[in-house]
């Protein structure tokens, strides 16, 4: 009988809002109006984060959207805010189930208001496969990719390969071009971070490239003039920061640029301090430490993104570095930097010991952590066995108490389950349920980079 109510518990969360995203680094996200939609990171879900309903508690409110017919990671994408349609273009590309690569594309789309991918024919000079690169989109409609680490082809590299080529795409013809500039042309380079001036000049700032190069400074940023395509370089005054690759940046109205984390471009070691702060607004640019309380404050991240949402920097997934070893451990949490006050707060996300029975979340949680094939194939309770099925039990007895007096009737006829609910001789709720909670996990995983 237990196991029935756990059917049915099961089938009314998944009914109500009910997913739970892994960790991942090497992701994009973009913010449309009030959602953070993630792409990409070793996956092929999208899914968003519903800020109205997540910032008004402590916990993220996830909701899973689409599925991609490919696995993606270190792409970039931008969002044309106009219709909604995000742009996801590069990466390493993976076919999901056969785990092959695919580079039978560079760019995908996807409609956030029909939640459908879409693969763009695009005319012109297609960039050779790169990845790790940030894009910037203007009002224009005008997408332009700066370098990039090349997409290696094992039967004819074997050394890596950095670009400094600027590319753009416009999304009204869509139509490429590669420009052809050679004064002025920065250090080729990847992983860096790329931000549209409302003046139209994009600084990038960061990144790694050929160990062979001189490392990346912070102290000479290189600009690119979008009103005439031309690039310029720029000696910047102020704090001296550590340099840093795979860091996230937001643009606030006040045209400050705030950077949070990153790491060392090779040993992928931590930096310091995690949060600085580029004024665009004296000349030249002034590198700026901000006071910060530590309390809620993230750990140390390197390939996490970050959306500007209101007053609020939100900083998402990536990994957790280390002072003097390679990192280890994922972020589990979203955290929230308040631009104005700069104080922390967080975003609960998954805690397994830390289970409130009360919050949809957590709920989720403790469905995905029940095994797959205990949910819906067997058809004896499962044998006991210690912490997260005795937290399983805990959840059905809670449930229990609230269903006296209704009549449940699970009925399972091959792969479907009917489940029907009486209270009092009426039919409150028919749920048919396929045997889809069969997760469609990701069996190709990309080499650690
Ligand atoms: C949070 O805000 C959303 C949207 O405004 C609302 O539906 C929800 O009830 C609020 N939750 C709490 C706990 O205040
Ligand atoms: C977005 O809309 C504005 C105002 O209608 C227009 O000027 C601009 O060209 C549009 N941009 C794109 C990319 O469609
Ligand atoms: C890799 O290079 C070989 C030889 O030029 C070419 O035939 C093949 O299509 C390339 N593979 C990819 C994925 O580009
Ligand atoms: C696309 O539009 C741009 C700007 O309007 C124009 O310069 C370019 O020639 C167009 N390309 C094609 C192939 O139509
Ligand atoms: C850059 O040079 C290439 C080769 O000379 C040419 O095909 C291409 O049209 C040029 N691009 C631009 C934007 O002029
Ligand atoms: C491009 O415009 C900038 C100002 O926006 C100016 O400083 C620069 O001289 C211009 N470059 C060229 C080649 O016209
Ligand atoms: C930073 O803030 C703390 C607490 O508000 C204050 O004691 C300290 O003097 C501040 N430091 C700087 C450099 O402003
Ligand atoms: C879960 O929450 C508990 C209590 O708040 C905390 O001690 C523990 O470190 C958390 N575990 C994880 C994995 O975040």
Redo the contacts with the bound molecule.
């Keep these: 009988m237990i196991f029935l109510f756990n059917i049915l518990l099961l089938i009314l969360i998944d009914g109500i809002y009910c997913f739970y995203p892994e960790t991942r680094i090497g992701h994009n996200s973009v913010l449309i109006n009030n959602k953070i939609f993630y792409f990409a990171g070793n996956s092929h879900e999208v899914f968003y984060l519903d800020l109205?309903?997540s910032?008004?508690?402590s916990y993220a409110k996830w909701v899973s959207v689409a599925d991609s017919s490919i696995n993606i990671k270190y792409s970039t994408s931008v969002v044309n805010i106009n219709d909604s349609t995000v742009f996801l273009i590069g990466g390493l590309m993976k076919n999901p189930f056969t785990g092959d690569d695919d580079y039978s594309h560079f760019v995908y789309n996807f409609d956030a208001k029909k939640l459908k991918w879409e693969t763009p024919q695009i005319k012109g000079d297609l960039p050779y496969g790169r990845k790790k690169m940030q894009a910037v989109i203007d009002n224009s409609g005008l997408i332009y990719i700066f370098g990039g680490n090349k997409i290696l082809n094992s039967s004819i590299d074997n050394v890596e390969m950095w670009y400094n080529d600027m590319n753009i795409l416009n999304v009204i013809n869509m139509t490429w071009i590669t420009l052809n500039i050679s004064l002025n042309l920065p250090p080729k380079r990847s992983d860096y971070s790329a931000t549209l001036l409302s003046n139209g000049f994009i600084v990038y700032i960061g990144g790694r490239n050929d160990p062979g190069q001189p490392a990346i400074t912070m102290n000479e940023l290189y600009l690119f003039d979008t009103n005439n395509l031309t690039w310029s370089s720029m000696i910047t005054q102020g704090a001296q920061i550590d340099i840093r690759a795979y860091h996230s940046d937001v643009l606030t109205s006040e045209g400050h640029i705030i950077i949070y984390g990153g790491c060392y471009g090779d040993s992928h070691l931590q930096v310091v301090p995690n949060t600085v702060i580029l004024n665009t607004q004296v000349t030249p640019y002034e590198w700026l430490i901000p006071n910060i309380s530590s309390k809620n404050s993230p750990p140390s991240l390197r390939g996490h993104t970050a959306d500007l949402y209101k007053n609020f920097m939100i900083i998402s997934f990536g990994e957790i570095t280390n002072a003097n070893s390679s990192p280890t451990n994922m972020n589990k949490n979203i955290y929230l930097l308040d631009v104005q006050t700069f104080t922390w707060s967080i975003l609960k996300n998954n805690n397994i010991s830390n289970v409130d029975f009360y919050n949809q979340n957590d709920l989720c949680l403790l469905q995905k952590k029940i095994p797959i094939e205990t949910k819906i194939t067997r058809k004896t309770p499962p044998t006991p066995t210690p912490n997260p099925i005795a937290k399983a039990d805990l959840l059905v007895t809670v449930f229990t108490v609230v269903t006296v007096g209704t009549v449940v009737t699970v009925v399972q006829v091959g792969t479907l389950i009917l489940v029907v609910v009486t209270i009092g001789g009426v039919v409150v709720l028919v749920e048919t349920h396929e045997e889809l909670l069969t997760s469609k996990r990701n069996i190709s995983v990309f080499r650690s980079e």
Excluded: I, R
């Design positions: 109205l309903n910032l008004n508690t």
